[in-house]
Every structure is written in structure tokens, then in C-alpha cells.
DNA sequence: TATTGTTATACTCTATAACTATA
DNA sequence: TATAGTTATAGAGTATAACAATA
């Protein structure tokens, strides 16, 4: 690639960083054949799984939806047994949803398929190509976090 | 990182890659402040930027939707001034739908601001994580066509 | 008869506003 | 009075089915 003389190194790498995160971004999220869940289900689903139990309001603060949003998304994962909700031990406002064992079961499922997409390319790619890859994938998650 | 003993390296290399992938693409979906157009107002119009004018059908193939939707889509877009149609030359039930000078300007403002975001974080990490960067762009990009 | 594009209609997801129960 | 959660209602986005115009 080339960089235009006036442009700042870190301009013209953000630009290609991004249109190659998005883009690739776009293709791991189409490979979900199963559409039994919606994208805000799985992402919620997965919430629940990296934190352990919260409440709704917690929930959908992670999500970035409004409560009366993750009230309806959380009667969805409900009926379909993928999380349950306790009533919170000392405040009788609150509830605690948290995945089922059946939920955790589903999740796993749709990690798998999707990374089995993935895994298929990498292997196509140069052992150089993928250790560029894996130093990558730490800075990467690194600018994530901020 | 780890890697668990009986996985293969590729799998857990995906598992990573798709991870940090999928969080840094939300962050930069989440850039967007400017509300006055839709996400997929704004991925048709670049894919219009990038490809050239198009008749609806195969603007709604490139995008993956139905073109009853990508219908209502160019509605919105000519109605702000994005987009021009023109009858096709020789075939009548065809239309060609371009991007407007407005509508090139906008997407350019769009994409630095989403760079400024991450511009910003690439200032702040070390010359040689950059580097790791700018090697893996050119693989992650290669991935994504595929 | 097949193809391109549009209109009619319905469903999903999300939002704001109003309401109920509890602190 | 404030907070957690839900219900009521509306808007955006997309889908399928039916229709009009043209090849």
C-alpha cells in the first residue's frame, strides 16, 4: 500500500484498518446460517455469559439499548429457555437474568459455527501470515477495550 | 494467550481473531454521532462510491436485501439529494442510480470522521505494534475478499 | 413469458412515555 | 420521592406477495 505525502501515517492506517475491520466484520457476521436467534439475542446471550448474572437495566446498559428494549429481548431468551431470572436476594425491585444451561449450550454452538468459517481461511493462509495474524489479534484487542 | 492442548492452532486463532474483530468493529460502528443517516443508507451509498452507478437490483444484491427494501432505501437517499436516477439507455425498465456531488461529500465526512476515532488510538500505541498493524491490514483484507 | 421496479402489507427491533411496585 | 422493571404505543427497517411496465 501506498501513503499519500501529505496525509499523517496514522491517518492512512486507521482508514485501511477500518475498512478492512468492517469488511471483515460484514463476512463473519452473515456466516450465522441459524437464524434462530437475532444478532441482539446472541449479543446479549454472550453479555450474560462473559459477566455472570445481571439485572435488565445492567443488561441493556451493556448493550447500549433502552430497559423496556432488553425487557422484550429478555422475554424472547426467556420462553425460548436460554435464560432464567431470580428474584434479587435483598431488593425486591431487581431481577437477576442468567443463562440457562441450555443458553451456554446454544452460544457455544454458534461460536463454533462461526469460527469453523474462519479457521478454514486461516489455514489457507502462509504460517508468516498467521503469526502476523496472532500479534495482531492482541493489539487489536488492546484499541477495542479503550 | 493459550492455547488449550487438544484444539488446533488455527481454531483458536480464529476464536481470537473473531473476537477482536467483532468488538473493535462495533466501537467503530458506535463512532457514528451524526444521526441523519442510516447504516445501511450509508453502505449503500459507498458501495455506490466505490462501484459506480448501479440499476437497484444489483445494488440490493451487493447489499443483501430484497429490492422492495433497497426501494424504499434510494427513496430516502434522492429525496435527501444523495443520489441522482437516470433511465438506462436502451433498456426502459431499467434505472441507474448514481451518487450525487452532495452525497460524495457526505460520505467523505463520514469516513474521516470515523478515522479521527482511531486515528487518535493508533497515536497512542508504540511504533512497533503499528507495524504489527499495518502488516496484518494487508492479510485481514486479503481474509475478507475471500 | 420473463425481468425490472414499485406498491401493499406485515413482522421485527428499538425508542419514548406512562404505569406499577418497591426502597 | 427515586429507582427497577414493565406495558402501551410509535417509528424505522426489512421481508414476502401482488402489480405495472417493458423486453
Do not use: F
Amino acid at each position: 500500500m501506498t501513503y499519500a505525502k501529505d496525509m499523517p501515517v496514522d491517518t492512512a492506517l486507521a482508514s485501511e484498518l477500518r475498512t478492512t475491520v468492517m469488511r471483515l466484520a460484514r463476512r463473519l457476521r452473515n456466516q450465522r446460517t441459524d437464524d434462530s436467534l437475532s444478532l441482539s439475542q446472541i449479543a446479549a446471550l454472550g453479555t450474560l455469559v462473559r459477566h455472570g448474572p445481571l439485572t435488565p437495566s445492567e443488561l441493556a446498559a451493556h448493550e447500549r439499548v433502552q430497559p423496556p428494549s432488553m425487557t422484550r429481548l429478555l422475554a424472547k431468551l426467556e420462553a425460548a429457555g436460554l435464560v432464567t431470572r431470580t428474584d434479587h436476594p435483598t431488593d425486591g425491585r431487581q431481577v437477576l437474568v442468567a443463562v440457562s444451561q441450555q443458553g451456554l449450550d446454544m452460544i457455544k454452538a454458534d461460536r463454533k459455527r462461526r469460527d469453523a468459517w474462519l479457521a478454514q481461511r486461516l489455514r489457507d493462509l502462509t504460517p508468516e501470515d498467521r503469526e502476523v495474524l496472532h500479534r495482531a489479534a492482541e493489539v487489536l484487542g488492546r484499541l477495542a477495550e479503550q
